[in-house]
């Protein structure tokens, strides 16, 4: 059973304060009043806060750990979490598949548990869309066959490797190829690392 409803609600504390108000004319709501900071929190279904607007600091809080974007999947391509994608001539991306790639695009979302705390562009498509880490902490996956990959390295597309992201040796190309830096150091072979997305 459905009802609906017209007019406005406010609710009112101890202290006679206006703490929320709805009002269904303007599509407004209020929480919170001088005295009384509004905050709103939003719950997952084990008991966790996952979203927090928190009106006394003026922030919004995620537990996601980046921004990201969804994007359109080449066609008869496939990508796991942690893999470094590129664009393709039509626009969808695909994996790297080549080193200092200035298509890079970022590396898909939801390796090792860092999910996106923001995601842009999610919409229904006739096509296969993946998340894509734009901006902050994503696990990435990483080979450590041209060197060695320290914490704080620069990293680009791997030329060996497809869909992983190896140490910048070579300056020169350098420049619109770089995913991120290496948050965790791979002395060797291939593997999972948490990295900081910013593309540059």
């Known amino acids: 059973m459905s009802e609906t409803f017209s007019g406005t609600v406010t609710i009112v504390d101890s202290q006679g304060r ?12 209020d ?7 509004g905050d709103l929190r939003i719950w997952d279904a084990v008991g966790d806060p996952k979203i927090h607007l928190d009106g006394g600091m003026g922030r919004i809080k995620l537990l996601g750990a980046h921004c990201a974007e969804d994007f359109d999947l080449s066609e008869v391509e496939t990508a796991e979490p942690g893999t470094v994608m590129r664009i393709d001539d039509e626009g969808a991306l695909k994996p790297c598949d080549h080193p200092y790639d200035h298509r890079v695009a970022g590396v898909v979302s939801g390796g090792e548990g860092y999910g996106p705390g923001i995601i842009l562009d999610k919409q229904e ?7 894509v880490a734009l ?3 994503a696990y990435c996956k990483v080979d450590a ?6 914490v ?5 597309t791997s030329g060996t490797v ?26 060797q072979g291939q593997g999972m690392i948490p990295i900081l997305v910013s593309l540059q």
């Open 145 to 150: 066959g041209s060197a060695p990959i320290g």
């Open 31 to 37: 929480i919170g009043a001088t005295g009384a900071e």
């Open 125 to 131: 498509s006739e096509v296969d869309r993946i998340t």
């Open 135 to 137: 901006l902050g902490r």
């Open 152 to 156: 704080g390295d620069l990293l680009t």
């Open 18 to 29: 206006q703490v929320f108000h709805f009002d269904s004319s303007h599509a407004l709501l």
């Open 162 to 187: 497809v869909g992983h992201a190896m140490k910048v040796t070579d300056w020169s190309q350098a420049l619109g190829s770089v995913l991120g830096k290496a948050l965790r150091s791979l002395d």
